[in-house]
């Protein structure tokens, strides 16, 4: 074996090390850049499927299944074409996203645009304005979204807080606001799905449903203003944290949000989310434990 690779490097040329280092290398890159893009989408789930076939048609040929292999090889001669109708929607929104993958948003711009956020969300807290803000992270969720009036405009504190007033004439304070990557306000009015999670108490409306409803199907974070109680909450990864403070929110967002936001910073974000709910579950408890009638003595 020693043998073997000492005479292949030896009959091989630089350049050509170095060729196929860098054709192993971009590959690598692709594969990773498809993963970050349908990652926490359904169309992961979709192509778990599309692997499982592949896997199913080898399996079969193995086999010698030949009725199998027929039906399977029938599918795979579409597969391009099924790829392009099935993930149509996240190859269009793909294509328009390599430049913003390439350049991501800057250190500064994100801390400015969570800085704005946390100032608007406080400021409909004091209000007691409802309101739901997404703030997109590395996987789309455009498709999950059913109906919403694009904006395409530029963040302010001011725009976000308006866009929630309850007015007449305001028709696009119902829904969610939803933030891109790029730090810009991408839509309103957005009806985001509901969570189906039996766990939820009653104390929990259409909002908080929804954003928790987002999160369980993205990596997106979705914060919730209440207008019955004017407390703040955060949801991410399928959990929510209530009664959440605009220095808890900023920290949870920066570790989220911000350029160096890998997986220790994510799981420092999942702790302080934990530790809220902790507190939430013991005062909820304790509230219970008042509300129940005490038994007479005898």
């Not at 929607?89 to 430049?99: K, Y």
């Not at 409909?124 to 590395?138: D, K, T």
């Not at 911000?258 to 999942?270: H, K, N, R, T």
């Amino acid at each position: 074996m020693n043998a073997a690779l000492t005479s292949w490097f030896e009959d091989t040329s630089t350049r050509t090390i170095v060729v196929t280092a860098f054709d192993l290398a971009l590959v690598y890159y692709l594969i990773y850049r498809l993963l970050l893009v349908i990652k926490g989408t359904r169309a992961a789930q979709m192509v778990v499927g599309i692997v499982l076939v592949g896997s199913s048609f080898f399996f079969a040929q193995w086999l010698e299944l030949t009725t199998v292999s027929w039906l399977l090889d029938s599918f795979i001669s579409y597969f391009i074409v099924i790829v392009i109708v099935v993930f149509q929607a996240d190859i269009r929104r793909a294509l328009g996203r390599i430049g913003q993958g390439v350049l991501p948003l800057g250190r500064g711009a994100a801390i400015e645009t969570i800085d704005e956020v946390v100032t608007a969300v406080a400021q409909l807290a004091r209000a007691r304005i409802g309101a739901i803000v997404v703030l997109e992270r590395s996987a789309a969720i455009g498709e999950l979204i059913e109906e919403s009036t694009p904006l395409d405009a530029r963040l302010s504190r001011e725009l976000l807080v308006g866009l929630f007033v309850p007015a007449r004439d305001n028709e696009l304070h119902d829904g969610a606001v939803v933030i891109s990557r790029a730090g810009r306000i991408d839509c309103a009015r957005a009806v985001l799905p509901l969570s189906r999670s039996a766990q939820l108490g009653s104390a929990l409306g259409t909002r908080h449903r929804a954003a928790l409803g987002l999160s369980e199907e993205s990596d997106a974070v979705a914060i919730v203003v209440s207008e019955e109680r004017g407390e703040i909450s955060l949801c991410f990864r399928g959990t929510i944290s209530r009664d959440v403070d605009p220095v808890q929110l900023r920290r949870a967002l920066r570790n989220l949000l911000g350029q160096d936001a890998e997986v220790a910073a994510e799981a420092m974000a999942a702790a302080e989310v934990s530790r809220a709910i902790g507190s939430f579950a013991t005062t909820e408890t304790r509230a219970i434990s008042a509300a129940e009638p005490r038994e007479a003595s005898p």
